[in-house]
């Protein structure tokens, strides 16, 4: 085992729209899909179709859209092995598409609110993985489960990835120095407390990050491309620029690719910038978990593409 995702999986409602409405008011919509979605499910998603072994852990609901969410992560190569089941509903995401590829998402957690800190001990204290596996999380997860799943790593001497999305508090020192934070500007702005805009305030904010222990903090920019802070400094990797079609799950693309890259050996930097070239494939793709690229896809990308450049 490579990886274990530990968190949340949804059914995606994505309605295509030429303009969000109003208050009181109604617009017509021009498309409307069912997918499967979730930052937990993505992430896994994207790490396995790198090559990497992944396991995922968290829950789906007893309605019509369990077994399309368990299948999907199945046929993409991912154990679920530690996919429970929860009374009710599965968790729904509406993804509302604007013109550009911008999207705007309202988050029901429904059975991932069933998660619990014993539930994730247990997954992650069974595990028979090696001592470098990575143990990757996000908030879309009750957070006493994220918190209890970031103990039993350290417990098990894992690596955690901690994806702080949606935007909540990173307590001081629940991350050591073996651990990675990733967060995107928005986000980067709710922890730092003040705006982060550009690749300069991303580098301030970055640095910042460090002193809530992690030994890696990256904050991704989108077309801006990403800032990185290790205890030796800042790494800024630009973006490849293509033609945006959607950016749903391009963030959980960085990531599941990331901890691929990073798990599988390659060093922080050739790892930042592989899974950099998976978001820009993601963002040409319409969708969530079916825009994730393969590795295969994204090696000819990198192939196809001249390296971008690394600031130091």
């Not at 928005?186 to 580098?203: I, W, Y």
């Not at 989108?222 to 391009?250: F, M, N």
Request: glycine share 10%.
């Amino acid at each position: 085992m490579d990886a274990v995702v530990i968190g949340s999986i949804n059914v995606d409602l994505v309605v295509g729209v030429d303009a969000m409405p109003g208050p009181g008011e109604t617009v017509l919509g021009q498309s409307a899909r069912y997918q499967v979605g979730g930052k937990g499910a993505n992430q896994a998603i994207a790490a396995a179709r790198q090559g990497a072994r992944v396991r995922m852990v968290g829950a789906v609901g007893t309605d019509a859209f369990a077994g399309m969410l368990t299948s999907a992560l199945r046929e993409a190569g991912v154990d679920v092995a530690g996919v429970t089941q929860a009374k009710g509903p599965s968790g729904t995401a509406l993804v509302f598409l604007e013109p550009g590829g911008q999207n705007r998402i309202v988050v029901v957690p429904g059975a991932n609110a069933a998660l619990t800190p014993e539930g994730v001990e247990r997954a992650v204290m069974d595990l028979d993985a090696p001592r470098d596996m990575a143990v990757v999380v996000q908030n879309e997860i009750p957070p006493d489960a994220v918190l209890a799943s970031i103990r039993a790593a350290h417990r098990r001497g894992f690596r955690v990835v901690w994806n702080a999305a949606p935007p909540a508090q990173v307590p001081v020192g629940v991350l050591g120095s073996e651990d990675v934070l990733v967060v995107n500007e928005a986000e980067a702005s709710h922890l730092a407390g003040k705006p982060v805009v550009d690749p300069k305030a991303a580098r301030e904010v970055a640095a910042q990050l460090l002193a809530l222990g992690p030994g890696l903090a990256v904050v991704t920019l989108g077309d801006k491309g990403l800032v990185a802070a290790t205890r030796r400094g800042t790494i800024q990797v630009p973006a490849w620029p293509v033609e945006v079609r959607d950016t749903t799950a391009a963030g959980d693309t960085w990531i599941g690719a990331f901890v691929a890259a990073w798990d599988g050996g390659e060093d922080v930097i050739q790892a930042l910038r592989y899974a950099t070239a998976a978001s820009a494939l993601c963002v040409t793709r319409a969708g969530a978990s079916d825009s994730i690229p393969t590795r295969a896809e994204v090696e000819a990308f990198l192939r196809a593409h001249p390296p971008s450049q690394i600031f130091s």
